[in-house]
């Protein structure tokens, strides 16, 4: 994806799959990171310079998806685990991808979890299809590295829709899952492994999944309403 046009495409099809009162941001990676905070740039003044662009580029994503649901411009730090520390009331995902990154947000009075990530389809191997493929997810994969990104994608965005209300760290074989369409389609979850706490596997039917393909990207969105 490396055409002047690639973020609107990337833009446009991350849109496609957006629920009603979520929202979205997209953006290349800058070659050089422009901190907007000084206390962002505090956070990772450690980190690498593309890792600092990555962060960069996620975290003005994420401030331009919650302008539109009505947030004013503040930083976004990451908690004791890491994880974006999304404004009160708020809830919200970032992704970043070779080049290019994607943040949604929506408001936790109309979302429970929301998850967003967005991958290469083309850089898993053989020994990675395995360790993300489960057993029974196999018969729709069948070793094509394509659907195995696709279910790679569909969990990453799972585990951190998650993360913020259940704290659960997961294997890939913790979760199963069933893909109904071909470039654009839809996700359920066929089973939650038992480290997942009792009240969120009986909420599995209730998680909704979008993906999309476009070159040779993915990009999938996982959510729950409340």
């Not at 998850?115 to 069948?142: C, F, M, W």
């Not at 070793?143 to 990453?156: C, H, N, P, T, V």
Request: with cysteine; glycine share 6%; proline share 5%.
């Amino acid at each position: 994806m490396n055409t002047p046009d690639a973020t609107q495409r990337l833009n446009t099809a991350l849109e496609s799959l957006l629920p009603a009162g979520v929202r979205h941001a997209t953006s290349r990676i800058p070659a050089r990171p422009i901190f907007r905070f000084q206390a962002e740039a505090k956070a990772m003044r450690t980190a690498g310079d593309y890792r600092q662009s990555e962060f960069v580029a996620g975290r003005d994503c994420a401030r331009a998806a919650l302008a539109q649901i009505g947030y004013p411009e503040q930083p976004i730090l990451a908690d004791a685990d890491g994880v974006p520390a999304w404004p009160a009331g708020a809830l919200g995902a970032i992704s970043h991808s070779r080049g290019y990154c994607g943040a949604v947000a929506a408001r936790q009075t109309d979302y429970r979890i929301l998850g967003l990530d967005l991958e290469k389809t083309n850089r898993l191997s053989r020994a990675a299809i395995e360790r993300v493929v489960h057993p029974q997810e196999q018969g729709y994969v069948e070793g094509d590295q394509r659907k195995a990104s696709l279910i790679f994608s569909a969990k990453e965005a799972f585990f951190k829709a998650q993360y913020p209300s259940w704290q659960t760290h997961a294997n890939f074989h913790d979760l199963v899952l069933a893909v109904e369409g071909s470039d654009i389609g839809r996700m359920t979850i066929r089973d939650l492994a038992q480290r997942f706490p009792d009240d969120l596997c009986a909420l599995a039917p209730d998680i909704r999944f979008r993906f999309r393909y476009f070159e040779d990207f993915v990009v999938t969105l996982c959510w729950m309403e409340q």
